[in-house]
């Protein structure tokens, strides 16, 4: 299923319900996390998930220092072509394989931009 997103709907709910061979478009404006967001893609080798701005259009992404942006677990997935500011860490990867996370401009965050070390899970084929 492509689901497309515009400014005003959730964003961060969307990205909750996601199943394998889903493909999220979102469009130009910045979408404010509501705080604490943590994602499972269940992406496979024939049906990934892909997650990405719109061609030619800017999508930011507002966190708050106080949590990640997005704490993801899954596989076979691709998150690309957004700004993530203001959020503790950018990308906090659990137990995440086969991904790919390109395209993305993450400044203004309190910690680090995409950190995968969240013991005892690990990130295996990350591009």
Not at 82 to 100: K, P
Request: with cysteine; net charge negative; charged share 10%.
């Amino acid at each position: 299923m492509i689901y497309d997103v515009h400014p005003g709907d959730n964003f961060y709910q969307q990205i909750q319900t996601l199943q394998a061979g889903d493909e999220v478009v979102v469009h130009a404006g910045t979408y404010t996390s509501p705080g604490f967001v943590a994602v499972t893609w269940p992406g496979t080798p024939s049906a990934p998930i892909v997650i990405h701005a719109a061609p030619g259009e800017k999508v930011i992404l507002q966190g708050t220092f106080a949590q990640n942006l997005i704490n993801i677990d899954g596989s076979y997935f691709t998150f690309d072509g957004f700004e993530i500011t203001g959020a503790s860490h950018g990308l906090r990867l659990h137990a995440v394989d086969h991904a790919t996370i390109s395209n993305n401009t993450i400044h203004d965050v309190g910690d680090v931009g995409i950190s995968c070390n969240f013991e005892p899970n690990n990130c295996d084929h990350v591009s």
